[in-house]
């Protein structure tokens, strides 16, 4: 039995689809489809139920899974602690993110890490899907929001808060409004296809109203050129509004007011010890994004 092919039947079932374990895994369509099948030759038994139009893990393959898992997380930890008897962090370093995050957090940082840590090889797997860790078989996640109860510990790495923008353009065309209820005038641009609430008052005596976007996008970093180009009002993230802010390019309505605060976290398992390559990133990941707590 590999563990390849252990790889590629976890990944498989995972995203139950012969076609995207392969992309996930970097490898051909039919390398993936002989690993399956040569790990079913090993172990004697059928693990997927193959059609045309779908696969489902037999009775076999589900009691199977579980003990997949462990052996790679196993075989992993192992890894891990062969690491640290060099002393200086090494090897592959796979990082799940959230787009954003990816985009303006963690690219600025790479240089400098790259540059300190020659011998670690980053893999950032950029998605704004929920990702399970040991599916997919990350060394760290990245996530921004509330966190799911798991066995997983969490490190806490910046408190951001949602800034409600628009473009001096904008402002001039429409005019800025004094109050969350003059928004219904206005052409508001959401995160997502949901209602948004707006209160314009620090203390609370305003009135707090919930209205929907008439531009929905499901990324903060896709909605600032929007914002930029004079297209509407938006909460962003202060990590991205912040410098347009700063050079005129941007103005922040109602300062004063309470801010939706968002806790983005980096995510490990809590039965692996941390290797040196998570730690040194981590730590790095700390170091850099300390300059944009309030």
């Known amino acids: 039995m590999q563990l ?3 790889r ?3 990944r498989i079932t995972d995203l139950m689809s012969v076609s995207a374990a392969a992309r996930a895994l970097g490898l051909p369509k039919s390398g993936v489809s002989r690993a399956l099948a040569r790990l079913e030759r090993d172990l004697g038994v059928v693990l997927m139920d193959r059609s045309t139009r779908h696969l489902r893990l037999t009775d076999a393959g589900t009691l199977f899974r579980p003990h997949a898992l462990r052996i790679l997380a196993d ?3 192992a890894g891990t602690a062969l690491e640290g008897l060099g002393g ?5 370093l796979r990082v799940s993110l959230p787009f954003t995050v990816a985009t303006a957090l963690v690219a600025p940082m790479l240089p400098g890490f790259m540059a300190a840590y020659p011998q670690v090889r980053v893999m950032l797997a950029v998605e704004n899907r929920f990702v399970d860790m040991p599916a997919e078989m990350a060394d760290l996640l990245i996530r921004v929001g509330p966190l799911v109860d798991s066995d997983l510990i969490a490190r806490r790495l910046l408190v951001s808060e949602a800034w409600l923008c628009a473009s001096p353009g904008y402002l001039a065309a429409r005019g800025t409004p004094a109050h969350a209820a003059d928004l219904t005038d206005h052409t508001l641009i959401g995160y997502g296809d949901r209602a948004m609430a707006y209160q314009d008052d620090a203390t609370g005596d305003a009135r707090r109203i919930e209205l929907p976007p008439a531009v929905a996008i499901s990324d903060s970093a896709a909605l ?7 297209a509407g009002i938006a909460y962003l993230p202060d990590f991205l509004a912040r410098p347009y802010v700063a050079d005129g390019r941007l103005v922040r309505l109602w300062p004063t007011a309470e801010g939706i605060e968002t806790v983005i976290h980096a995510i490990y398992p809590s039965h692996h010890s941390l290797s040196a390559k998570v730690r040194v990133f981590i730590d790095a990941l700390v170091a850099s994004f300390d300059g944009l707590q309030r």
């Not at 200086?88 to 592959?92: D, K, L, M, S």
């Not at 600032?224 to 004079?230: C, K």
């Open 4 to 6: 390849s092919d252990l």
């Open 8 to 10: 590629a039947f976890v």
């Open 75 to 77: 075989v992993d930890e």
């Open 88 to 92: 200086v962090p090494a090897g592959t």
């Open 224 to 230: 600032l050129p929007v914002v930029l180009g004079g």
